[in-house]
């Protein structure tokens, strides 16, 4: 089965600051790889999603993520960040034929003045 | 708003209680999951529905059960309520029944069971 391992349970930046969010997977196959947004009291918003193609890919709000096979990682960044990214951040993986997504323990992220 | 619809948006109940959870699936989406979000356990996978049918189950206790009417929507409930049981549940929706594909989020409905 896959997994997503997410470093680091809280992240603090300065605004401005780059942001980065650390996703490794584990996947006996190629996998799909998601992040979602949740700000506080809101559901999870879908930011960017990678399933074939193009290693790096771009989402909402200036965030881009890059898959790596060789190091089985999907890391999030943004080079400047904004206050108004302060919110927890998803990470997950799923595969074809796989029924749903396994969704990583999440990264609340803190932006400083 | 996604499109994905969840009523109530908080839910306060007493144990032992039953309590009926409903989502909406966006336009167009045939599949609908569940998902319960805590603090300490953080998003597990409860159960999905494609077309009306139970597709898949995850770590759904026995005392919750959920069904997908034919207009789509679904209904998660959840019975014999325990302290435990507070948490968020999220419904989502996708046009598929895979996850690949990604799903859209309801915001979600905050139980609190006192």
């Known amino acids: 089965a896959q997994s997503v391992t997410q470093l680091g349970s809280h992240v603090s930046v300065s605004e401005g600051a780059l942001v980065l969010l650390r996703c490794n997977y584990s996947?006996?196959?190629?996998?799909?790889l998601f992040w979602y947004v949740q700000y506080p009291n809101q559901g999870l918003q879908l930011l960017l999603k990678?399933?074939?193609?193009?290693?790096l890919v771009k989402g909402i709000n200036g965030f881009e993520a890059e898959f790596k096979k060789s190091e089985t990682s999907f890391h999030l960044t943004k080079p400047s960040a904004h206050m108004s990214d302060a919110a927890e951040y998803f990470c997950?993986?799923?595969?074809?034929?796989?029924?749903?997504?396994?969704f990583g323990a999440g990264t609340t992220v803190t932006v400083r003045a | 708003d996604s499109g994905v619809t969840q009523t109530p948006k908080h839910l306060i109940t007493a144990t032992g209680q039953r309590v009926t959870l409903r989502c909406s699936p966006r336009s167009g989406d045939l599949s609908v999951y569940w998902y319960q979000q805590s603090l300490d356990q953080g998003l597990q996978f409860l159960i999905q529905y494609y077309n009306g049918e139970e597709r898949a189950k995850g770590n759904i206790l026995e005392r919750f059960s959920a069904q997908q009417f034919p207009d789509l929507h679904s209904e998660l409930n959840l019975s014999s309520l325990e302290l435990g049981d507070s948490a968020l549940y999220f419904c989502a929706s996708s046009q598929t029944g895979q996850g690949a594909v990604g799903y859209t989020f309801g915001s979600g409905t905050r139980l609190t069971v006192v």
């Open positions: 990678y399933t074939t193609g193009a290693t």
């Open positions: 997950a993986v799923s595969v074809v034929n796989d029924y749903k997504l396994s």
């Open positions: 996947s006996s196959v190629p996998p799909y």
